[in-house]
């Protein structure tokens, strides 16, 4: 069974710095795709960004960047530059495409921008 | 331009009544699926539907009765409510496990509450 840890419950970062949520799966796949989301208190699910498990060039959505490790099944996201718009749940989340398209989200994480 | 619709956005109700909460997504995907965030904000798939076929079931009690009268509406009935059924319920889509398209939209939330 596939699983996803998030192990920060909770982070504070002042503005402007740059703060890395961490994300560790657990699966058996080798094709699946790993998603970040974030929940502002709006309560509406975004899309921060994505990753295909075939890629190995880490992506990157302007401020927001993961650092992906395969083998060590790790996926942690990186925000640049935090803004206060920053402060929100975020959810790490995997996906295996092409089978039962079931997507298993973490926990997540509550971040904290201070001004 | 909603890609992801619920209605309503909150709903109260008695302990014992039966309601519903309703889904429209215009993304032309094939699959949707409706989660429940409990209050520790852990995101759980109850249904996943594809083509109007269900093809995840979690353990959910059977009070909990989703309806796809076509592959762009997913409704979620839910018969004597209790008051362990408050919470968040998200419905979300995804195209089939295509890439790049493999990620889910989600809509804003409905959150129930049982008095």
């Known amino acids: 069974a596939q699983t996803v840890t998030q192990s920060q419950p909770e982070m504070s970062v002042q503005e402007a710095e740059t703060v890395t949520l961490s994300c560790t799966y657990d699966?058996?796949?080798?094709?699946?795709?790993l998603f970040w989301y974030k929940q502002p208190p709006s309560r509406q699910m975004i899309l921060v960004i994505r990753?295909?498990?075939?890629?190995?060039q880490n992506a990157t959505e302007n401020r927001f960047s993961v650092n992906f490790q395969k083998a060590a099944k790790s996926f942690s996201l990186k925000i640049s530059d935090s803004q206060l718009g920053d402060t929100a749940m975020y959810f790490c989340?995997?996906?295996?495409?092409?089978?039962?398209?079931?997507?298993?989200f973490g926990k997540g994480t509550r971040l904290h921008i201070l001004p | 331009d909603t890609a992801v619709s619920q209605t309503p956005k909150y709903l109260v109700t008695q302990m014992g009544n039966d309601k519903s909460i309703k889904c429209e997504q215009n993304?032309?995907?094939?699959?949707m699926y409706w989660y429940k965030q409990d209050s520790k904000k852990f995101l759980k798939i109850m249904f996943s539907?594809?083509?109007?076929?269900?093809?995840i079931n979690e353990t959910v009690p059977n009070r909990f009765s989703p309806k796809s009268p076509d592959k762009a509406h997913l409704n979620l009935h839910i018969n004597s409510l209790e008051l362990g059924d408050s919470a968040v319920y998200f419905c979300?889509?995804?195209?089939?496990?295509?890439?790049?398209?493999?990620?889910?939209?989600f809509g804003q939330g409905t959150r129930l509450t049982v008095v």
């Open positions: 979300a889509s995804s195209q089939d496990g295509i890439p790049p398209n493999t990620e889910a939209f």
């Open positions: 699966t058996s796949e080798n094709n699946y795709y």
């Open positions: 990753q295909e498990a075939y890629k190995q």
């Open positions: 989340a995997f996906m295996r495409p092409l089978r039962d398209d079931k997507i298993i």
């Open positions: 993304l032309g995907h094939d699959t």
């Open positions: 539907y594809n083509n109007k076929e269900l093809i």
